[in-house]
């Protein structure tokens, strides 16, 4: 498999309409993105109109982006505590899933949630009911849900893998097929995952296949991290300006069993260091062809 096929882009903005964000990917040189579908500081934000998503749809054919994916609302936590908010998390991920159906993008990345101290065990059980709920009444057929690794500030679930196993493993049998991951690298380190050693690479993947297995990840977040390992602080960095270094992101540019799986930058970079940062990517990734 060729440098070619190396699936790369980044979080771009939808500013102006959703069917703005492939020409910002174009222009960065990238072949896959990332959006947020809507307003995600909002609990009910403003449709994107049928016109809007045949435009995207258009776009995407013209810029000829593979794998876009949607990152869910940060307001929503699946596995919330008091039943109000647990009602609007719900209801605003069935709409999320919906939305992006109706793109066609291939999954829907979504922070496991917060247990807000009921305890980690009671916090898995809770997203993953949340997931059956949602599931039944959103009534889709095709976009993917990509659970996330985070960093384990708080009381966030998912900085364990183990958490989003026991999350897919405690779902109803016949919705756990569409379950993902979308593996994060600043979190994954910042959770103790060691990216940077030979050893705690090979350690890490070795922990990923006895877990999730590998075949789960269905897209991954290149990021640097600010912190150290195993801080448990979620602050993103550019890539090889943290304490990660380059060497991980040349990894994941050059092992081929990274190749066909979308890689996003979320980098504070902006739109010109993305350009950088994905030129540098497959520079490396030529290196092993």
Known sequence: MSSDSLLIGAHVSAAGGIDTAPARALSIGANTLQIFSANQRQWTPRQPTESEITNWREQMQIADLSKPIVHASYLINMSAIEAVKLERSRSAFISELQRSEALGVHGVVLHPGSHLG??????????????????????????????????????????????????????????????????????????????????????????????????????????????????????????????????????????????????????????????????????WARESD
């Open 118 to 283: 009921a305890g980690e065990d009671e916090g898995v059980r809770a997203v993953a009911e949340s997931l059956d709920v949602v599931f039944e009444e959103a009534d889709t057929k095709t976009v993917r849900v990509l659970l996330e690794n985070t960093a384990g500030q708080g009381t966030n679930l998912g900085w364990r893998l183990e958490h989003l196993s026991d999350i897919k493993k405690t779902m109803k049998v016949e919705n756990r097929q569409r379950i993902g991951v979308c593996f994060d690298t600043c979190h994954a380190f910042a959770a103790g995952y060691d990216l940077v050693s030979d050893e705690g690479w090979a350690a890490t993947w070795d922990r990923v296949d006895e877990t999730i297995g590998f075949a789960a990840i269905e897209a991954i977040h290149l990021n640097d991290s600010k912190q150290p390992l195993d801080s448990r602080r979620d602050r993103h960095e550019s890539l090889g300006k943290g304490e990660l270094g380059s060497e991980p992101f040349r990894r994941f540019a050059q092992e081929e069993r990274f190749r066909s799986i979308p890689m996003v930058l979320e980098t504070p970079s902006g739109m010109d260091g993305w350009a950088e940062e994905i030129a540098i990517m497959r520079a």
